[in-house]
């Protein structure tokens, strides 16, 4: 495919899982993540998690738990290298009246035509 074709479905890969995040939507979280124990998830504060059965054992507490987020993302920007594609960007979590900034990458191989996401990482940004 050509890099901006691969640009833009990376990007509408990241915004589903985003999506997915704010309508607490387990079933499209499971959609855009590879199915395997290669994939690593590590959330502000939490251990390292890795492989199918804990990444989406920490989704299900989270898309359950009481927070009600809303992402506001900026600084975005997109890389491709073959079948490989990351995100870097901020995620502006918006919760009631609390608000804070968390510095995200997103990674994705390909899987025939749609972009699984493999890694994620989001550490907090200090004030």
């Known amino acids: 495919m050509e890099p901006d074709v691969d640009n833009v479905t990376i990007r509408a890969a990241n915004q589903r899982f985003y ?6 939507d387990l079933a499209a979280m499971e959609a855009i993540w590879e199915h395997s124990e290669r994939i690593v998830c590590i959330h502000p504060g939490w251990p390292i998690l890795r492989g199918w059965r804990d990444v989406m054992a920490s989704w299900q507490r989270i ?3 009481p927070a009600r ?10 890389g ?3 079948d490989l594609g990351w995100v870097t960007l901020d995620e502006n979590l918006m919760d009631g009246p609390a608000t804070s900034t968390v510095a995200a990458t997103n990674l994705f191989i390909r899987d025939g035509t749609e972009w699984r996401m ?10």
């Open 118 to 127: 493999i890694h994620h990482h989001g550490s907090p940004v200090m004030r």
């Open 80 to 82: 491709v290298d073959g």
């Open 19 to 24: 999506d997915a995040h704010e309508n607490r």
């Open 63 to 65: 898309l359950a738990g």
């Open 69 to 78: 987020n809303q992402f506001i993302l900026t600084n975005l920007e997109v």
